[in-house]
């Protein structure tokens, strides 16, 4: 069993990594309706629709499968891809702490499947490009182990500016 060990308030907790998928489908299931109220056709894709073999498999290497988009959606033909990033930003912060490894993934990912872009939605529906994240993070303070990159929400783009209104706030 995977455990991953986080500070809230102070006091270490124990969060088990099927706790953590569960609080990531349900932002993914946020993600896609809000999509789709936008007019957006969503689909699944990436780790999270592997049978478990799979997902256990490539947790174990540094493939950058393990960081294939959330999201697929197309709206009258324009194509894009959405990684769904809950728990954050930050409460301490405000900031948005995104995985070095994630964020070279990201890169690799919007340079070989250009033009389609990657955005990064995070748990209060902001926005932000890995490579905005990585022009934003550039000539900043790093985490001490380098594991994270720290961009603050002012940087964010707006849902609704990237994906457009919904179909109830239109009218």
Avoid: N
Avoid at 25 to 45: I, K, N, P, S
Avoid at 128 to 146: D, N
């Amino acid at each position: 069993m995977v455990r991953i060990t986080q500070v809230v308030g102070g006091a270490d907790t124990v969060t088990r990594w099927q706790d953590r998928k569960k609080i990531g489908d349900a932002h993914e299931q946020r993600v896609a309706f809000e999509l789709e109220v936008r007019g957006w056709t969503v689909h699944c894709c990436g780790q999270g629709t592997y049978p478990p073999a799979i997902q256990q498999a490539l947790a174990r290497t540094g493939s950058a499968l393990r960081y294939f988009p959330d999201l697929i959606a197309a709206r009258e033909g324009e194509l894009v891809t959405v990684d769904a990033k809950d728990r954050m930003p930050s409460t301490h912060s405000d900031r948005y702490a995104i995985s070095a490894a994630t964020l070279k993934a990201g890169l690799l990912f919007t340079a070989t499947h250009a033009p389609t872009p990657l955005y990064y939605v995070f748990g209060d529906l902001a926005v932000l490009t890995p490579s905005e994240v990585q022009h934003y993070t550039t000539h900043t303070r790093h985490h001490p182990s380098g594991a994270w990159v720290l961009v603050t929400t002012r940087q964010a783009h707006r849902f609704e500016e990237v994906f457009g209104r919904g179909t109830a706030l239109a009218a």
